[in-house]
C-alpha cells in the first residue's frame, strides 16, 4: 500500500518538480525516493534480519547520506521510481518468506532495546513519514509555480 501511494504521488511529474528543492538544505522528490531505497536496501530489512536471525552481530552504523548522494542525485526519477519499488518489492517477498517470525524477540541496540516488531512498525511508520513529506514538496511546488497568485481559497495547510 506504502509503495503505491509513493508510485503515485512521484508519477507524472517532471523532473524538473523532482530535482526542484524548496531551500538549499531541503531534499528534493528525487532524494526522498533515493532515500527510500537506500533504507529498503540498507536499513529496515537488515536490522529485522539482525534481530531475528544474527542477534550476536552488532548493530552497524548507517549511512550518514542515507541514500542521498551526489551519484543517485544523477539518476532520472524514472530510474530512482523503478530501483525502489525493485527493491521495496523484494523487501515485501522477504517479509512473506518469513517463517512465523518472533516480534517480540528483543536486541540491545546502542541507544537500547529495540524489538523486531518495534522495527517493523517503524519501516511502515517511516514510509507514512515521506508521503507526508512528498505531500509537502508538492504543496510548496505549487506555491512558487502558481505566483502571483494565492491558493488560500483551496483551505488552509
Do not use: C
Not at 20 to 34: E, F, G, K, R
Not at 69 to 97: G, I, P
Not at 121 to 127: K, P, S
Amino acid at each position: 500500500m506504502n509503495a503505491e501511494a509513493i508510485r503515485a504521488l512521484t508519477a507524472s511529474i517532471s523532473e524538473h518538480q523532482a530535482r526542484w528543492h524548496p531551500d538549499p538544505d531541503a531534499w528534493s522528490i528525487l532524494d526522498v525516493i533515493n532515500h527510500l531505497t537506500y533504507e529498503d536496501a540498507h536499513d529496515f530489512q537488515d536490522r529485522l534480519d539482525l534481530i531475528l536471525h544474527r542477534p550476536h552481530e552488532t548493530w552497524a552504523s548507517g549511512e550518514s547520506a542515507r541514500g542521498v548522494t551526489e551519484q543517485s542525485r544523477q539518476l532520472r526519477l524514472e530510474q530512482a521510481l523503478a530501483a525502489f519499488l525493485t527493491v521495496r518489492k523484494a523487501s515485501l517477498d522477504w517479509l512473506e518468506a518469513l517463517e512465523a517470525p518472533k516480534w517480540e524477540t528483543a536486541y540491545e541496540a546502542p541507544f537500547g532495546e529495540i524489538k523486531a516488531g518495534d522495527v517493523l512498525a517503524a519501516w511502515v511508520a517511516h514510509d507514512l513519514l515521506h508521503v507526508r513529506q512528498l505531500t509537502e514538496l508538492h504543496w510548496r511546488y505549487l506555491v512558487q509555480e502558481v505566483e502571483p497568485y494565492r491558493l488560500r481559497y483551496a483551505g488552509s495547510w
